[in-house]
């Protein structure tokens, strides 16, 4: 039924089973939809954050999407500005998911605000003092420059690429890509280093508050650092992901490596960052306000911020992730691979959980106790909203647009019509072959 | 920049003289048309700009003592301004007043981020979660020199700023270009019937709150009495409420200190 708009020489799933897919995540998008509308309409008080509690699930959301689709701007910036030529076979995908971690995110940031018809004001009152103001306009604009990097490769759908305007203006946005991909690394290093920032510069909370140079605190750097360590993780895990749900090959195992490599050594060397920063927090940061280390960790058997959660964010999802990644035979061993990024994106988003959520759990005046928070149906449901929304985005994409580049030759179809179709393509001159020369980002 | 004959409000409170009888509360309620829901038992999400703490020794009797510490907003200074809220607001809705050194809330153009609620250790920044919705009739009690507040705005103490922008016309009207001490209090400190809150200009020698206080200027105000303190001053806010307490677990109760510093742990 839908043939048509089909990339040529891949296969999909028959259309049925495609509706019923973007049916069931339709329902859960639908949900969380439903429960978007009441925030929007009763307010933040379907919510169980609390006056203590003024950031919670939705924060963190923002900024573990954030950190994630940091996968779109480092590998932007490996495969443009560094030149590893090799990435362009998963830079498409790059892309979308970070489109759709930004969106989630600004979406997300609409229903967090209590007066969402204010909205505006961040931008109407900037206050340049504060990382939320930097945040909102570097944010803003990097999610343009997704949009346009994005748009390209809607334009590349078999029918639309018919059209001769579109096809000429996606053409010619390709000629130029490279100057948005530098624009997203600069907008990116500030927007990631901003939002380290937020907990970095609260020096009324000694367990997010550093030190750092001029105005930026330490988690000013190590967020963007992280943000270009883990992002690639993600992209790799979700590339993953679709591989197994579609049964297919979709990138070679090259570029999954060489990103892999270099996502491994990010992470290494972030890791001895964090670690340095953490030890001269807890020893000289930490005691000049009167706390311990100790102090911000619960001691309750089975607290949620006990200890183990330091040990979980550097050891296990930070140390163990990198030398799997950076030891070869580790790394193209498929379990390990998926172990490792699976731990690198828990890591990332663990780090910004105990960035946003334990900062405000821990007690500052000495007579109070710490606070607890759980989440509400309300805001489970949003959080996961994104989730659904990402999945149809890349389900229709997947479909209906060339995002793999190296699908064709690594799944080829024995029909005589594409044999043939694809042999005329590449007899022609600047026809899409088997295995294009260029990704459909730069053709 | 600090201007010429600038004003430093602030407040001491002798936890020696308070009671713990809330009236200081209840006033600020009144003034300030703090609004609240029928039922009010989550104090997590109900507002209150003065709340009073409950603090214990935490020694067994006959040694159990307790003690009241009322705390509304504390005005922080920071270094030069920098209070922990006011440099982090997005949208600029509050404000660092160089000529009063009151804290301010704009609330028609807080857009409710809550970064302010996340930097105040104090928790004086409280969330509207709900519209308020006042008793039948009560809406021809409130304060007509008082904006109520919206869903989805955050609010804290203003000292009573109504109270000084009044005081400064009736000065205008009378021909004087400033006001009396006694012009300009705030509710609570009238309302308190121990007489435990004083408050006036910190940088006037002659205001009772300066004599009390005795801020130093050269240490970001810190006090030169010995029986008062500031809560958790070690971190740099520099606020203007200032503690009174003959007893040391008191004093001690203000801040965080390592073993080595002498800790004496407060309870609540």
Same mark, same amino acid.
């Given at each position: 039924?839908?043939?048509?708009?089909?990339?040529?020489?891949?296969?999909?799933?028959?259309?049925?089973?495609?509706?019923?897919?973007?049916?069931?995540?339709?329902?859960?998008?639908?949900?969380?939809?439903?429960?978007?509308?009441?925030?929007?309409?009763?307010g933040l008080n379907?919510?169980?954050?609390?006056?203590?509690?003024?950031?919670?699930?939705?924060?963190?959301?923002?900024?573990?999407?954030?950190?994630?689709?940091?996968?779109?701007?480092?590998?932007?910036?490996?495969?443009?500005?560094?030149?590893?030529?090799?990435?362009?076979?998963?830079?498409?995908?790059?892309?979308?998911?970070?489109?759709?971690?930004?969106?989630?995110?600004?979406?997300?940031?609409?229903?967090?605000i209590g007066q969402p018809l204010r909205?505006?004001?961040?931008?109407?009152?900037?206050?340049?003092?504060?990382?939320? %103001?930097?945040?909102?306009?570097?944010?803003?604009?990097?999610?343009?420059?997704?949009?346009?990097?994005?748009?390209?490769?809607?334009?590349?759908?078999?029918?639309?690429?018919?059209?001769?305007?579109?096809?000429?203006?996606?053409?010619?946005?390709?000629?130029?890509?490279?100057?948005?991909?530098?624009?997203?690394?600069?907008?990116?290093?500030?927007?990631?280093?901003?939002?380290?920032?937020?907990?970095?510069?609260?020096?009324?909370?000694?367990?997010?508050?550093?030190?750092?140079?001029?105005?930026?605190?330490?988690?000013?750097?190590?967020?963007?650092?992280?943000?270009?360590?883990?992002?690639?993780?993600?992209?790799?895990?979700?590339?993953?992901?679709?591989? %197994?749900? %579609?049964?297919?090959?979709?990138?070679? /195992?090259?570029?999954?490596?060489?990103?892999?490599?270099?996502?491994?050594?990010?992470?290494?060397?972030?890791?001895?960052?964090?670690?340095? /920063?953490?030890?001269?927090?807890?020893?000289?940061?930490?005691?000049?306000?009167?706390?311990?280390?100790?102090?911000?960790?619960?001691?309750?058997?089975?607290?949620?911020?006990?200890?183990?959660?330091?040990?979980?964010?550097?050891?296990?999802?930070?140390?163990?992730?990198?030398?799997?990644?950076?030891?070869?035979?580790?790394?193209?061993?498929?379990?390990?691979?998926?172990?490792?990024?699976?731990?690198?994106?828990?890591?990332?988003?663990?780090?910004?959980?105990?960035?946003?959520?334990?900062?405000?759990?821990?007690?500052?005046?000495?007579?109070?106790?710490?606070?607890?928070?759980?989440?509400?149906?309300?805001?489970?449901?949003?959080?996961?909203?994104?989730?659904?929304?990402?999945?149809?985005?890349?389900?229709?994409?997947?479909?209906?647009?060339?995002?793999?580049?190296?699908?064709?030759?690594?799944?080829?179809? /024995?029909?005589?019509?594409?044999?043939?179709?694809?042999?005329?393509?590449?007899?022609?001159?600047?026809?899409?072959?088997?295995?294009?020369?260029?990704?459909?980002?730069?053709? | 920049?600090?201007?010429?004959?600038?004003?430093?409000?602030?407040?001491?409170?002798?936890?020696?003289?308070?009671?713990?009888?809330?009236?200081?509360?209840?006033?600020?309620?009144?003034?300030?048309?703090?609004?609240?829901?029928?039922?009010?038992?989550?104090?997590?999400?109900?507002?209150?700009?003065?709340?009073?703490?409950?603090?214990?020794?935490?020694?067994?009797?006959?040694?159990?003592?307790?003690?009241?510490?009322?705390?509304?907003?504390?005005?922080?200074?920071?270094?030069?301004?920098?209070?922990?809220?006011?440099?982090?607001?997005?949208?600029?809705?509050?404000?660092?007043?160089?000529?009063?050194?009151?804290?301010?809330?704009?609330?028609?153009?807080c857009f409710g981020?809550r970064?302010?609620?996340?930097?105040?250790?104090?928790?004086?920044?409280?969330f509207n979660w709900w519209d308020?919705?006042?008793?039948?009739?009560?809406?021809?009690?409130?304060?007509?020199?008082?904006?109520?507040r919206m869903r989805g705005v955050v609010?804290?103490?203003?000292?009573?700023?109504?109270?000084?922008?009044?005081?400064?016309?009736?000065?205008?009207?009378?021909?004087?270009?400033?006001?009396?001490?006694?012009?300009?209090?705030?509710?609570?400190?009238?309302?308190?019937?121990?007489?435990?809150?004083?408050?006036?200009?910190?940088?006037?020698?002659?205001?009772?709150?300066?004599?009390?206080?005795?801020?130093?200027?050269?240490?970001?105000?810190?006090?030169?009495?010995?029986?008062?303190?500031?809560?958790?001053?070690?971190?740099?806010?520099?606020?203007?409420?200032?503690?009174?307490?003959?007893?040391?677990?008191?004093?001690?109760?203000?801040?965080?200190?390592?073993?080595?510093?002498?800790?004496?742990?407060?309870?609540?």
């Amino acid at each position: 039924m839908d043939s048509a708009l089909i990339p040529k020489g891949v296969k999909r799933c028959p259309i049925w089973q495609f509706a019923l897919w973007i049916g069931a995540n339709g329902a859960v998008l639908a949900w969380g939809v439903f429960a978007m509308l009441l925030v929007y309409i009763k307010g933040l008080n379907q919510t169980n954050m609390n006056n203590a509690y003024g950031f919670a699930l939705w924060i963190w959301a923002d900024l573990a999407v954030i950190a994630l689709g940091g996968g779109a701007f480092f590998t932007g910036f490996l495969r443009y500005i560094v030149g590893k030529d090799e990435l362009k076979s998963i830079i498409n995908y790059a892309v979308l998911i970070g489109f759709i971690c930004y969106s989630s995110a600004l979406m997300i940031l609409g229903f967090d605000i209590g007066q969402p018809l204010r909205g505006w004001f961040i931008f109407w009152h900037a206050n340049v003092h504060s990382m939320l %103001t930097e945040v909102a306009f570097c944010l803003t604009c990097y999610f343009g420059v997704l949009t346009i990097e994005y748009i390209p490769m809607v334009l590349e759908n078999r029918k639309l690429d018919k059209i001769p305007f579109f096809h000429n203006l996606s053409h010619n946005m390709h000629e130029i890509m490279a100057v948005f991909a530098a624009t997203g690394v600069f907008l990116s290093f500030f927007h990631q280093g901003s939002l380290g920032g937020v907990p970095g510069v609260l020096f009324g909370r000694p367990f997010g508050f550093r030190e750092g140079v001029l105005v930026w605190p330490w988690t000013f750097f190590l967020f963007t650092w992280s943000a270009a360590a883990f992002g690639p993780c993600f992209t790799i895990f979700i590339t993953k992901i679709t591989e %197994t749900i %579609t049964r297919k090959k979709l990138v070679k /195992d090259n570029v999954i490596d060489l990103l892999a490599k270099i996502s491994g050594w990010m992470i290494f060397f972030y890791i001895i960052a964090k670690i340095i /920063d953490t030890v001269y927090w807890a020893s000289v940061t930490a005691p000049s306000k009167g706390f311990t280390f100790w102090d911000f960790y619960s001691s309750n058997p089975g607290s949620a911020y006990g200890i183990w959660i330091l040990i979980a964010e550097l050891g296990v999802c930070g140390v163990l992730p990198a030398l799997i990644l950076i030891t070869p035979k580790l790394r193209q061993t498929q379990s390990f691979l998926w172990l490792a990024v699976f731990l690198g994106v828990l890591g990332v988003c663990l780090n910004r959980w105990v960035m946003v959520l334990q900062v405000l759990a821990i007690p500052v005046l000495p007579f109070e106790n710490w606070f607890a928070y759980l989440p509400s149906w309300q805001e489970i449901a949003t959080t996961i909203l994104p989730v659904a929304y990402g999945i149809i985005l890349i389900s229709v994409s997947y479909r209906y647009l060339p995002i793999f580049p190296q699908e064709r030759e690594l799944n080829p179809i /024995d029909e005589p019509g594409t044999a043939a179709e694809a042999a005329e393509a590449e007899a022609q001159p600047g026809g899409s072959g088997p295995e294009p020369e260029l990704s459909p980002a730069e053709s | 920049m600090e201007k010429k004959n600038a004003k430093k409000f602030g407040m001491v409170i002798d936890l020696d003289k308070c009671t713990g009888c809330g009236a200081c509360m209840v006033a600020c309620y009144a003034e300030n048309n703090i609004p609240f829901r029928e039922d009010d038992t989550d104090k997590m999400l109900s507002i209150s700009w003065m709340h009073v703490y409950r603090l214990n020794n935490g020694k067994p009797f006959p040694d159990y003592e307790e003690c009241f510490l009322p705390r509304p907003c504390q005005h922080c200074e920071g270094h030069h301004g920098h209070s922990p809220c006011v440099s982090v607001c997005p949208a600029t809705a509050t404000d660092y007043d160089m000529a009063t050194g009151i804290v301010s809330q704009i609330y028609p153009r807080c857009f409710g981020c809550r970064y302010c609620m996340a930097a105040c250790p104090y928790h004086v920044r409280q969330f509207n979660w709900w519209d308020p919705i006042w008793p039948d009739g009560m809406e021809q009690m409130l304060n007509p020199g008082v904006s109520v507040r919206m869903r989805g705005v955050v609010e804290k103490c203003s000292f009573c700023i109504q109270r000084y922008q009044a005081a400064k016309d009736q000065a205008y009207l009378e021909g004087r270009r400033e006001i009396e001490e006694d012009e300009y209090q705030t509710a609570c400190t009238q309302a308190c019937p121990a007489g435990a809150i004083t408050f006036g200009d910190l940088n006037n020698p002659e205001h009772a709150v300066h004599q009390l206080a005795l801020p130093d200027p050269r240490h970001e105000g810190r006090s030169n009495n010995p029986l008062a303190f500031r809560l958790l001053e070690r971190l740099g806010t520099n606020p203007k409420i200032y503690y009174l307490s003959s007893r040391e677990w008191v004093r001690r109760a203000g801040d965080n200190y390592l073993k080595a510093e002498f800790k004496t742990k407060a309870h609540s």
